[in-house]
């Protein structure tokens, strides 16, 4: 008979909410961390006066057949997206392979990519086990009981807390805040190192929108396609909002930078920034309209490029473990298969 274990869990994005359902289905009790105001991570949706933006993951695919029957949890949440014909373009926005053929089908939720993990962290909000807008600072031993820890947290007004008597830690974050917390206590300074390789590129994304699309006769602004990879050495990806299922049909585009120029352009100005992705998007699709909404976000942890080479970490004896999608690569079902590993581990 398992023995049921008080276990934190930092992070609310897949491989975190995947990780607690996973504990408490074994009978354990965890309580989730998340330092803004909303669950998802990168599996994020921003809200707008012209509809939503999934500015952070546009999809995913289900390739491991425990994603596959994780999601029959929630019938009719997630649909195939459309625009399974992926253009793409050279840098000049020409189409230089039309009607690529997708490999496997698109999907998202609806209304937004976080509705996701809203639905499987539901049961976790009900029971009160999930804090918002709670950054975990530090995580150290319990002075009551040496072998558990403790965490300290800053909420958003500033205000900090002390949260203690826990059996066990993941921490279900991009890699170097992992390291941060890892690297100040002498227990966690083993699995630190091990992520030392790791590697993860950041990501500018911008979003727009144009209502003025939606008038008698005309339904789009620019190309008839809805997604796109780019070579443009600005533009990576392009993706039409208003073709996702569940998204409204006011004209939004998301856009997002390559790495390089991500890199490069990391600590620029969000307005500089903006400025010249909407300069490359009008180069890209021929739109020279002007948008009636256009904000940007800043990823600074986006595409893994060198990952951890297994799928999670986890110490019994020190009672922490790591878990995300940079464990093995960067697609949302990676995030999946670690959460859901390290936790099976632990039970």
Known sequence: ??????????????????????LVQAGHRVTVFEKSHGMGGRMSTRNSPFGTFDHGAQYFTVRD??????????????????????????????????GLPARESHWVPKPGMNALVRAWAKPLVDAGDVELETKVT????????KSQWQL????????????GGFDAVVLAIPHAQA??????????????????GVTVAPC????????????PGLTTLGPQWSAARSTHHRIAWLARESSKPGRGVVERWTVQASAAWSQEHLHDAPERVQAKLIKAFAEVTGIRAEPAHAEVHRWMYAKTEQPLGQSHLWDAKAGIGVCGDWCIGHRVEDAFVSGLELALSMA
């Open 138 to 145: 530090s995580i150290e031993a319990d002075p009551l009981n």
């Open 1 to 22: 008979m398992t023995t049921s274990r008080h276990i934190a869990i930092v992070g609310a994005g897949m491989a975190a909410i995947t990780c607690a359902r996973t």
């Open 152 to 163: 300290r947290t800053q909420g958003e007004d500033n205000s900090s807390h002390v949260f």
């Open 65 to 98: 057949a425990r994603f596959e029957l994780a999601l029959q949890t929630t019938p009719g949440l997630c649909r195939p997206w459309s625009a399974n014909t992926v253009r793409v373009l050279d840098a000049h926005g020409r189409v230089a392979a039309a």
């Open 204 to 215: 500018w994304t911008l979003m727009l929108a144009f209502p003025q699309a939606v008038q």
């Open 179 to 196: 390291q941060q917390l890892l690297q100040a206590t002498a227990k966690g300074a083993a699995q630190a190192k091990k992520t030392a």
